[in-house]
């Protein structure tokens, strides 16, 4: 059993930060086997993948940009069509959540939008690749650079 599955073998719901997907949809070559690896897992099992409405707007912007229509169409299969995300629209409660967080750990209003996110729909870890994230305290931080396919 290698680290990732281990690392994900407690979690039943996951949120997915922008970082990780992108590496995935356009496929990075340094995280592409972990992120195939961690798509399995929510594919093939009952493992929910969380994002939030924020997670599209950030995708979007480059193939947007470079006029990318292929990666634009992918990214919405994947977070709007597909089955196997559920997109966190924000109510208010979860702004003044991500205030908190913002103002405790310093963290910029993105992502105190998806610690916050992922905190109102109880996720069990975060799946993300930017290191200031693990100052949160509120659920487990999962660092695509620290887990090991």
């Given at each position: 059993m ?11 719901r ?28 929510i ?13 599209l ?26 089955d ?16 908190d ?27 993300t ?21």
């Amino acid at each position: 059993m290698n680290q990732i599955h281990m690392e994900l073998l407690n979690v039943q719901r996951l949120y997915v930060d922008s970082s990780p997907l992108i590496y995935f949809v356009e496929e990075n070559s340094v995280y592409l086997e972990k992120m195939r690896q961690i798509v399995r897992k929510i594919d093939e099992t009952d493992l929910v993948a969380n994002s939030s409405v924020l997670t599209l707007a950030e995708v979007l912007v480059m193939p947007l940009r470079q006029g990318a229509q292929r990666l634009v169409r992918a990214y919405k299969e994947i977070l709007v069509e597909g089955d196997d995300y559920e997109l966190v629209v924000w109510a208010p409660e979860i702004a003044v959540s991500a205030a908190d967080i913002r103002a405790r750990y310093g963290l910029g209003t993105p992502d105190s939008l998806h610690v916050a996110s992922a905190v109102a729909t109880h996720c069990d870890a975060m799946l993300t690749n930017d290191r200031d994230m693990k100052r949160v305290r509120e659920l487990p931080i999962l660092l695509l650079d620290d887990l090991q396919a």
